[in-house]
T-cell receptor, first 112, second 117 residues
């Protein structure tokens, strides 16, 4: 079974600074997809960024980028130039033909 | 509508009552997923539909949980004889494509917060 581990229950960052959220996963599959989702308080979960396992190039979406280390089964999210609106729960997710599995989440606080 | 909608947004049930939670996916989306999110945790997969077919129900915690999607659009998650441990947010998500292969994004609804007293 696949498992997703987020070892940082809470993280804090100063506005305009950079923060990295960690995620590791366990799988024996070679074809899968990884995602970071953001869940603001009392709001819907939205996709931040996705990564296909077969791609070596790290995905980037504006201020959000990932560091995908397939051999190490690591998938961290870097948020640059943090903004107050980035404050939320962030979930790392693994998706294969057997469905989607989420980590327990990291609560990100952005300090003005 | 433009996104996935769920109703009711909040539901309080007395232990032992039956509840029904509704999900309206994005029009044209083939796949529909239900998740259970306990307080402070990540979503846990419950079940998956491809059109009207329930292809995976391995995450349903007990036979008190039942889901259907009879016409391949709206889905209902029913919980019979609710227990306190059923208290959680129930999330619905829909996706344009199929589970296997592809990077089709799952679009999530706002969730239904169920409290069993």
């Amino acid at each position: 079974a696949q498992t997703v581990t987020q070892s940082q229950p809470e993280m804090s960052v100063q506005e305009a600074e950079t923060v990295t959220l960690s995620c590791t996963y366990d799988t024996s599959e070679s074809d899968y997809y990884l995602f970071w989702y953001k869940q603001p308080p009392s709001r819907q979960m939205i996709l931040v960024i996705r990564q296909e396992a077969y791609k070596q190039q790290n995905a980037t979406e504006n201020r959000f980028s990932v560091n995908f280390q397939k051999a190490a089964k690591s998938f961290s999210l870097k948020i640059s130039d943090s903004q107050l609106g980035d404050a939320a729960m962030y979930f790392c997710a693994y998706r294969s033909s057997q469905g989607m599995r989420f980590g327990a989440g990291t609560r990100l606080t952005v300090k003005p | 509508g433009a996104g996935v909608s769920q109703s009711p947004r909040y539901k309080v049930a007395k232990r032992g009552q039956d509840v029904a939670l509704r999900c309206d996916p994005i029009s044209g989306h083939v796949s529909l997923f239900w998740y259970q999110q306990a307080l402070g945790q990540g979503p846990e997969f419950l079940t998956y539909f491809q059109n009207e077919a329930q292809l995976d129900k391995s995450g349903l915690p007990s036979d008190r949980f039942f889901a259907e999607r009879p016409e391949g659009s709206v889905s209902t998650l029913k919980i019979q004889r609710t227990q306190q441990e059923d208290s959680a947010v129930y999330l619905c998500a829909s996706s344009l494509g199929y589970t296997s292969g592809g990077t089709y994004e799952q679009y999530f609804g706002p969730g239904t917060r169920l409290t069993v007293t």
